[in-house]
């Protein structure tokens, strides 16, 4: 079991708005910045947002990431079949002194 | 940048290994270099960090004691080992480096390409 919950997979037809959730605690994501992931079939984990809300140079704006207490939100606007892939998000536990991901959501554009 | 990681690996239970990750196209003393671990159909799981500058390491409880994690600074390359493998250490590993200076951030900017390691009588 994941120290951090998102749930399994999502789906929304092209061009439409996804929202992909994180849950956590207090030790975890209430009280340090989350990322989030992107990975397709066979490929390393590309950076899709850091510090909760900030795009690495080269991803668009249609990613965005939010925070709100022990929950985080990874947003997804505009879908395009090239979005489909698991997406995990990842913070600091302060209590197991230690990195955590989540166990990631495949996302499918129908 | 770029993180490149050794190649695939075959091995009976049992049996040690150390897989590399070399660094170049930056100052590699300067960032955390973490451990990622990806089992077959499986999420990310994060085995552990080490600064290369000064070999201060961190493991995840679920790792520790269970793999060895080191740095050489003169090649530029980190390294994670494994004294005697289990069929269950079959993944893909990943190292992967850390966007900001910060010890205790997941956020990677830059990822080694994997390697792939079997443990299989």
């Known amino acids: 079991q994941s120290v951090l919950t998102q749930p399994p997979s999502v789906s929304a037809a092209p061009g439409q708005k996804v929202t992909i959730s994180c849950s956590g605690s207090?030790?975890?994501?209430?009280?340090?910045?989350v990322a989030w992931y992107q990975q397709f079939p066979g490929t390393a984990p590309t950076l899709l947002i850091y510090d909760n809300n900030k795009r690495p140079s080269g991803i668009p704006d249609r990613f965005s990431g939010s925070k709100s207490g022990t929950s985080a939100t990874l947003g997804i606007t505009g879908l395009q079949t090239g979005d489909e892939a698991d997406y995990y998000c990842?913070?600091?536990?302060?209590?197991?002194?230690?990195?955590?991901f989540g166990g990631g959501t495949k996302l499918t554009v129908l | 940048v770029q993180l490149v990681q050794s190649g695939a690996e075959v091995k009976k239970p049992g049996e040690s290994l150390k897989i590399s990750c070399k660094g170049s196209g930056y100052t590699f003393t300067t960032y955390f270099i973490a451990w990622v671990r990806q089992m077959p159909g499986e999420g990310l799981e994060w085995m552990g960090i080490i600064h290369p500058g000064d070999s201060n390491t961190r493991y995840s409880p679920s790792f520790q004691g269970q793999v060895t994690i080191s740095a050489d600074k003169s090649s530029s390359t980190a390294y994670l080992q494994w004294s005697s493998l289990r069929a269950s250490d079959t993944a893909m590993y990943y190292c992967?480096?850390?966007?900001?200076?910060?010890?205790?951030?997941?956020?990677?900017?830059?990822w080694g390409q994997g390697t792939l390691v079997t443990v299989s009588s």
């Open positions: 990842g913070t600091w536990d302060n209590s197991l002194r230690a990195g955590v």
């Open positions: 207090s030790s975890n994501i209430g009280n340090n910045y």
């Open positions: 992967a480096r850390h966007a900001s200076p910060r010890l205790a951030t997941v956020d990677f900017d830059y």
